[in-house]
């Protein structure tokens, strides 16, 4: 096994410590190869808290952002992923270790003309929404980080989504990670990011930052050229011009030698709230990557706002 290489066991759950922030995150993202239609999907799991965060959503070219965003779904029974609170019943199925990950939702969403409500009441339009996916690994395997307990696996996705009565039949690509650890999301800043050029090479990297901003000189990720094993990178860097409600509208990005500009499309916000009261916003977005060669290419990005107190 190569130092990136994933143990599978580390798919399953893992023992909480006594960490007021200890928490298990498994994201999974996914979008068409033309960027019409994307979401993720992130469980939570507060174990000191006693709750688990559930998101969920759908956006795309001329739709409202569908969004599901539960901070008070019981935690799992031991070993299991599955999840039910009020109406929302999600499945979350590891099948092959390392190769396979099978979700089911069934839930009532709210459609949001604005994204920037998510920071706000999160009134709208309530939408029926589910989705039976699975995530496949695309290529030679992920990536486990040498200094945090977490790992990333790009991979292509495909199934069945239904949202407000419309049926969709989807394929396209994605990446899914998963985490566990302490994590205050009030005291530190970050920009993750993950996507696919056109050319089939994938990308991921964390920039984190100061709570006044400025990136940290610390580089965890990699670059993976198709069908090639992943070159981990040694420098990572993130900046962005921000618009309204915080959302950025441009950034730059510095995955190793690959340099980014970055053209968000649809947002998915969320507001997180420390039960002391502290605040952070979390914009969450597809964008649009352009390499300075010309290739560009879709995937995810997300930027962590701790707010002033």
Not at 56 to 62: E, I, N, Q, S
Not at 172 to 199: I, M, P, T
Not at 206 to 225: D, F, I, K, M, S
Not at 228 to 233: C, F, G, M, T, V
Request: negative net charge.
């Amino acid at each position: 096994m190569h130092e990136y290489a994933i143990d599978p066991v580390d798919e399953g759950r893992h023992e909480h410590d006594s960490e007021r922030f200890w928490s298990e995150s498994y994201y999974f993202d996914f979008h068409t190869d033309d960027g019409t239609l994307a979401g993720y999907t992130r469980i939570g799991i507060c174990a000191n808290l006693g709750v688990t965060w559930y998101w969920a959503c759908l956006v795309g070219a001329g739709r409202p952002l569908v969004t599901v965003i539960d901070h008070a779904v019981p935690i799992p029974s031991p070993g299991s992923l599955d999840l039910r609170h009020g109406d929302l019943t999600a499945t979350h199925r590891c099948e092959i270790p390392n190769e396979s990950f099978r979700l089911t939702l069934a839930a009532t969403a709210v459609a949001l003309e604005d994204p920037a409500e998510t920071y706000r009441s999160l009134q709208g339009k309530p939408t029926p929404f589910s989705f039976d996916l699975e995530w496949q690994t695309d290529g030679p395997g992920g990536y486990r980080f040498r200094d945090l307990t977490r790992y990333e696996i790009p991979c292509r996705v495909s199934g069945s989504i239904e949202v407000g009565g419309e049926a969709i039949e989807f394929e396209g690509h994605g990446q899914r990670d998963h985490s566990w650890g302490n994590r205050d999301w009030w005291a530190n800043a970050w920009s993750w990011n993950a996507g696919r050029l056109e050319d089939g090479t994938r990308f991921h990297s964390v920039a984190p930052r100061t709570l006044e901003g400025e990136n940290v000189p610390w580089a965890a990720g990699y670059v993976q050229a198709p069908g090639q094993p992943l070159e981990p990178i040694q420098h990572s860097f993130a900046s962005e011009v921000l618009g309204a409600e915080g959302l950025p509208v441009s950034g730059r990005l510095e995955v190793g030698e690959l340099h980014l500009e970055v053209s968000p499309l649809y947002f998915s916000p969320v507001l997180l709230t420390d039960p002391d009261g502290r605040l952070s916003r979390f914009p969450r977005c597809l964008a649009r990557y352009t390499a300075a060669d010309g290739r560009s290419g879709l995937g995810w990005i997300e930027w962590n706002q701790p707010q002033p107190s």
